[in-house]
């Protein structure tokens, strides 16, 4: 955990007007973190105790039940904002955090958070802002958990492509474990692992040591034709130039 340098301010995105005052305090308390620990993932006490903004990298949250059932999940990115800012310590923690480039964030804890909005009510415009951040991914991911357990697997490789840079005519990849995968969606390994095998059949990824080439973005994208995808499409978040 680091104090972060004064220069990455300038990197922020606050999502609204903020007064300098406010600015300045809450980056007086912000952490910079390179290196997510286990403890902050697994019960993902980096999504439960504060805000957090993503400087590069990407991440999936999911939620679970209390018997580990993961019922839904997002995946954020650079400049995306996530986490828990309520103060009302329910002992519930319903999200976990995989990790799937490398990620670098700034985190503003809930300690810290609670003690500026006690004396500047401003905080609170902040707050309200930023309920919005992740409203459109929650809202389709659950929507997407009502479908055929094939095309949610797509769904999630296709978000990832969204979020992960990647070089004008490179293939897209993504490096993530079949185990993960099923983790994050809640589908059993086994039928992940056939899932995957099929889309390789079918040329439109191909698999190399925990790592999935995305072989054929545009036929893999065709395998949400039929779903719906009105709150967020993330075939449209995608550059094609290169890609077949």
Known sequence: ?????????????????LSPALVNKLM??????????PSEMDGSAIA??????????????????????TVNNIVMGKGDWFGNYDN???????????????????????FDLHRIAQENVEIYKWF????FEAKAKWLQSQLMMSEVKDKRI?????????HIPKLLGE???????QQQISKITGIARQRVNEAIKQLEVE???????????????TGLGHKLDSVDLSIRDPRLLICHSGHN
């Open 1 to 17: 955990m680091t104090l972060i340098d004064s220069k990455l301010k300038d990197v922020m995105r606050w999502d609204t007007e």
């Open 28 to 37: 007086s308390v912000a952490q910079l973190k390179t290196q997510l620990k």
């Open 48 to 69: 439960h105790q504060g805000a957090s903004f993503i400087l590069e990298g990407t991440v999936v949250i999911g939620m679970q039940t209390p018997s580990l059932k």
């Open 88 to 110: 009302q310590n329910t002992g519930c923690t319903p999200f976990f955090i995989t990790e799937v480039d490398s990620v670098k964030l700034i985190h503003f804890s809930n």
């Open 128 to 131: 309200h802002i930023l309920s």
């Open 154 to 162: 797509v769904y999630l490789l296709i978000e990832l492509a969204a």
């Open 171 to 177: 293939i897209p990849q993504i490096k993530i474990s």
């Open 203 to 217: 040329k439109l990824v191909e698999i190399k040591r925990n790592c999935i080439y995305l072989t054929d973005l």
